[in-house]
């Protein structure tokens, strides 16, 4: 056989005269895991797009060395066609 701590629902919110403080603590910790899981998804998304903005840039700066490469390279070979 079971044995429940509280008689009754009411009995239950209550808490034996702590109900108020028992349910502040409760719903102030909840409110802090929530928020620290709101702000652990929002710094992912940041994080993502940051990683994502950031790899972009790079291969634009690698594009852009290499269209200086084969620029310098076209132009080194017109020069030395102008010098036959």
Do not use: D
Not at 15 to 38: D, E, H, P, Q, R
Not at 56 to 79: G, K, M, P, T
């Amino acid at each position: 056989m079971s044995h429940f701590a509280f008689n009754s629902w009411a009995a239950f919110f209550h808490m034996g005269g702590y109900g108020f403080y028992v349910w502040l603590a409760a719903s102030m910790t909840l409110c802090a895991l929530f928020g620290l899981l709101i702000h652990t998804l929002w710094q992912h998304k940041r994080l993502l797009i940051e990683l994502h903005r950031q790899l972009s840039r790079e291969q634009r700066i690698r594009q852009s060395q290499q269209h200086q490469i084969a620029n310098a390279e076209l132009s080194s070979v017109h020069s030395q066609e102008r010098r036959l």
